[in-house]
Each structure stands twice: as C-alpha cells, then as structure tokens.
C-alpha cells in the first residue's frame, strides 16, 4: 500500500462502474480523499462545498457534459483554478482542441491504466509522493 497522497480528487462520470475504477486506480496511488459525482451538477455542488485539488471528468454525460462541466468549473470564483482533467472514451481531435480552448490541463482516453492515469495527474500536478 502506498503512502498516501494528500490531494482531494473529484471524479465525475454517469457510469458508476467508471467512477469505481477510477477511484480504485486513484487509492492504488495512495489518494485516500475521493468524491464522487454522477453529473457536472451535482460535480458543481460538491466542488463548491469544499476545497478540491483536482477535477476528473467524464466528457460524454446526460444534464451537463464534461466540457460544459469544464467551462463552469472555470467560470465559477472558488474553483476556477483547480486543474481539471478530461476522460473520453475516443482521441477526438476536435473535442480535444475545444476542451483545450476551455482550459482543460490534461485528457485521458479510456480505458486507461493506474500508471497512465498517475502519470496525467503527474503532468498537472507534479510528483506524486
């Protein structure tokens, strides 16, 4: 088991399975602080509750999509700072120049492994310990 790592991750994503793996892969790393969200709204009112240090989200989901999710988080005062990290489950040129131009800090192409996803984390937000 690996020290832990004091970052609080949201993970955001419609499918439950994903949202487990995900926070499976981020305890393997040592990130013990998680929360969960099936939606950008509900994403929203969590990150706006409490200090977050890092955003994960899914780009295909119902109510309020990844993007659209991103483009909030970067217009709301408390949290527009907090890196944010896009999944998809395809390398769409496109959707990756749009999130880029909404400020994304990184993208991951599902499905991913533990080392992939440490090594995203670690391109935004340095070393892990």
């Given at each position: ?105 990184n993208?991951?192409?599902k ?19």
């Amino acid at each position: 088991m690996p020290n832990a790592v004091a970052l609080k991750v949201l993970v955001v994503d419609d499918q439950e399975s994903v949202r487990k793996m995900t926070a499976m892969s981020l305890e393997q790393m040592g990130i013990r602080q998680i929360h969960e969200a099936e939606n950008g709204i509900k994403a929203m009112e969590i990150a706006s509750l409490q200090p977050i240090d890092l955003i994960i989200s899914d780009y295909y989901m119902d109510q309020m999509d990844g993007l659209d999710l991103l483009r909030a988080v970067r217009g709301h005062p408390v949290v527009r700072r907090v890196p944010f990290i896009l999944l998809t489950g395809r390398g769409d040129r496109e959707l990756v120049v749009k999130a880029a131009q909404a400020g994304v800090n990184n993208y991951l192409i599902k499905p991913f492994t533990v080392q992939v996803l440490r090594q995203k984390i670690e391109q935004v937000m340095g070393k892990l310990s």
